[in-house]
């Protein structure tokens, strides 16, 4: 049985307690809610991989109270240092070559010899992380591939009875998942487009490479094509909707349209991000008890954090293998 806690503080030391047991929790960040794990534990990260059905070789990020006790298991450059004082607690995931004498399991970062690191902006995930007192390996807290959760009830949906507990934090402000850079190589790498816009990124180091322009750079293993996938197949670009379709609108909405979730009526990308995944999930619903066959998508500006959502949508309207 899962169990619900409240964020109170008997709440958060139960959640911790049964973190540094080696159970897995689900607990809010600003981003999304994720599924915590002792990352020092290769049982319990064991655990993560084996309750998302997530592939082996996809690394997890590492969680931590504060910038201090997150670069303990990587090596900083002055880049980092940078970014991290201008933007944690926040929406951004630091890729940095693991110190050699970490603790953190080499399952969290998939065998390779990086970690992404992250100091989450959100009061509630601080307090649990401190109260843990070890870094706490953290996915979304999905099934691999699906639509991440950005309440409790999501969570429960979907991974009920495959995790001890969920610490409820209430809805997650930001809705999409941060931003991850990976600093190890010459080039800092934009590896995920997320909550820190490369906007913001890049007024602080310069300009990023993506990995999509340079030859032979894998994204994040993660960034599989096919990733988010709502049940229904999407139709992205819609500039009318068929009788057939729900409509995930932005602005003001198409004539016709059945069921419609709308992201922003005001065009507003920081609410259409924190409202992208819950619609997702509503529209799916709402389809199902329609009938209808697929949800169409109308556009969203590829600027600021209109990035981050693109990147999901495309993902999400990637026919899975
Ligand atoms: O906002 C977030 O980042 C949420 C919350 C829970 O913190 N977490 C999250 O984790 O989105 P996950 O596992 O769903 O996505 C992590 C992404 C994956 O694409 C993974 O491949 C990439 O980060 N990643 C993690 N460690 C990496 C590493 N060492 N090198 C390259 N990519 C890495
Ligand atoms: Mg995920």
Known sequence: M????????????????????????????????GLGADATSDRAVAGIFAA?????????????????TAFADVVANSQARRLAATFWPGPLTLVLPRQRDSEVSLLTSAG??????????????????????????????NLSGRVSPTTPQHVLD??????????????????VE?????????????????????????AVIGPLGTCDKIPGVLRSPGL????????????????DVK????????????????AVFSLSNECDLAEAAARLFAGLRQLDEDAAALGLARI??????????????????????TPRA
């Open 224 to 239: 599989l094509a096919s990733h988010y996938a709502p049940k229904l197949p999407l139709r992205l670009d819609a500039l």
């Open 158 to 175: 979907e991974l009920s009875g495959r995790l001890a507990a969920v610490l409820d934090s209430g809805p997650c402000p930001v809705g």
């Open 52 to 68: 998302k059905q997530r592939p082996r070789f996809n690394p997890l990020i590492c969680h931590y109270p504060d910038a201090d």
């Open 2 to 33: 899962t169990k619900l806690l409240q964020a109170d503080a008997i709440g958060i030391a139960h959640a911790a307690a049964l973190l540094r047991d080696g159970a897995l929790v689900a607990f809010g960040t600003e981003t999304v809610y």
């Open 112 to 141: 390779l010899d990086t970690l992404g690191v992250r100091v989450p902006g959100h009061e509630i995930a601080l307090a649990l992380l401190r109260a843990t007192g070890r870094p706490v390996a953290a996915p979304s807290a």
């Open 178 to 202: 941060s931003t991850v850079l990976d600093l190890s190589g010459s080039t800092p790498l934009l590896r995920r487009p997320g909550g820190v816009t490369v906007e913001a990124i890049e």
């Open 243 to 258: 009788p057939d379709e729900a409509l995930l609108a932005f602005g003001p909405t198409l004539p016709g349209a059945g």
């Open 296 to 317: 169409a998508v109308m556009s969203v500006p590829n600027r600021g954090l209109g990035r981050a959502i693109n990147d999901r949508l495309r993902r999400a309207a």
